[in-house]
């Protein structure tokens, strides 16, 4: 069994920051990409930004230079710090992780339950 803790959301203004944090726990063996999703109220869920386990990233274009994935390969976690927000980027946020749980499983796809963010002047 996987779980995937995340924190960090709330509510916000215009143009303030925001860290989002995600911790995977439970039966790891080994964890490949992980990433951060978003899904706003009658739209359907996107892909913010992802990371592999060496480091290299991928970015929704909506936050190109404004957020930044990270993660911690020892803790499991993986953070998305979030700057300049605006109002589209309210939203409920997920995060994924890959994860094989012994040498010879299949590597499947966890998810958090969700963090909102909120932001509005």
């Known amino acids: 069994q996987v779980q995937l803790v995340e924190s960090g959301g709330g509510l916000v203004q215009p143009g303030e920051s925001l860290r989002l944090s995600c911790a995977a726990s439970g039966s790891i063996f080994s964890t490949f990409d992980m990433g951060w999703y978003r899904q706003a109220p009658g739209k359907q869920r996107e892909l913010v930004a992802a990371i592999t386990k060496s480091g290299t990233t991928n970015y929704a274009d909506s936050v190109k230079g404004r957020f930044t994935i990270s993660r911690d390969n020892g803790k499991n976690t993986v953070y998305l710090q979030m700057n300049s927000l605006e109002p589209e980027d309210t939203a409920v946020y997920y995060c994924?992780?890959?994860?094989?749980?012994?040498?010879?499983?299949?590597?499947?796809?966890?998810w958090g339950q969700g963090t909102q963010v909120t932001v509005s002047s």
């Open positions: 994924s992780a890959e994860v094989r749980i012994t040498l010879a499983s299949f590597v499947n796809k966890y």
